[in-house]
C-alpha cells in the first residue's frame, strides 16, 4: 500500500508530516528543522535552493529569489493581490498567456505553480529520505477562502511534483 504523506504548504513555511500508530509525525528536513521556508532561490548557474537555504540567499540576491509564491496562485495578472505584490516583491512578476500571474528570474519566466511545485517537490524528498521509500500522494492543506482557481493551481502545482494529490484540506 501507498504511503501518502501531509503537507502543509505555507506562504512563509511548509512542512510534510505522516500518520502512523495513531500519531501524526512531523518528518524533519536534512538540517533536522521541522519546518522548512517556501522559498526557492534560482542561481545565475542554474542551480535551484529550496527551504531554508533559499531563504538565507533573499538577502545576498533578492532578484533570484522567489518568497510568498503562495499569495499569486491562481490569482490573475490584473488582480488587486498581484497589483500589492509588484511594489513589495525585489522579484519580478510578468504577465503571462490569459492574463495569468509568471515570475521571471533572469531570461525564464515561471509558472507560480512551477514555483509551489518546487517547495512540494522539497517537501516529498524530505519524506522520501525519511521514510525511505518512494511517496506518490499527497493531501495538501489550502486556506479556507481559496477559490477554484487557487485550489486547482494547487493542484497542479502537487502533479508538477510528482504526487497525485489525493485531496486539498482547507
Known amino acids: 500500500m501507498a504511503t501518502a504523506i501531509g503537507i502543509d504548504l505555507g506562504t512563509s513555511n511548509s512542512c510534510v508530516a505522516i ?27 542554474g542551480v535551484v535552493e529550496v527551504g531554508n537555504r533559499a531563504k538565507t540567499l533573499a538577502i545576498h540576491d533578492p532578484e533570484r529569489t522567489v518568497t510568498a509564491a503562495k499569495r499569486l496562485m491562481g490569482r490573475y495578472f490584473f488582480s488587486e493581490e498581484v497589483k500589492k505584490a509588484k511594489v513589495v ?3 519580478k512578476i510578468v504577465e503571462g498567456p490569459n492574463h495569468s ?23 516529498k524528498e ?14 495538501i492543506t489550502v486556506p479556507a477562502y481559496f477559490n477554484d482557481s487557487q485550489r486547482q493551481a494547487t ?8 504526487l497525485e494529490v489525493l485531496r486539498l484540506l482547507n
Open 89 to 91: 516583491c525585489s522579484y
Open 101 to 123: 500571474v509568471r515570475v521571471k528570474v533572469g531570461e525564464q519566466a515561471f509558472a507560480v505553480p512551477e514555483i509551489s511545485a518546487l517547495v512540494l517537490r522539497e517537501m
Open 19 to 45: 500518520a502512523r500508530r495513531g500519531r501524526v509525525e512531523v518528518l524533519a528536513n536534512r538540517y533536522d528543522e521541522p519546518i522548512s521556508a517556501s522559498v526557492v532561490h534560482f542561481d545565475a548557474d
Open 126 to 139: 524530505i519524506a522520501e529520505a525519511r521514510l525511505g521509500q518512494t511517496v506518490t500522494q499527497a493531501v
Open 155 to 162: 493542484r497542479d502545482a502537487g502533479r508538477i511534483a510528482g
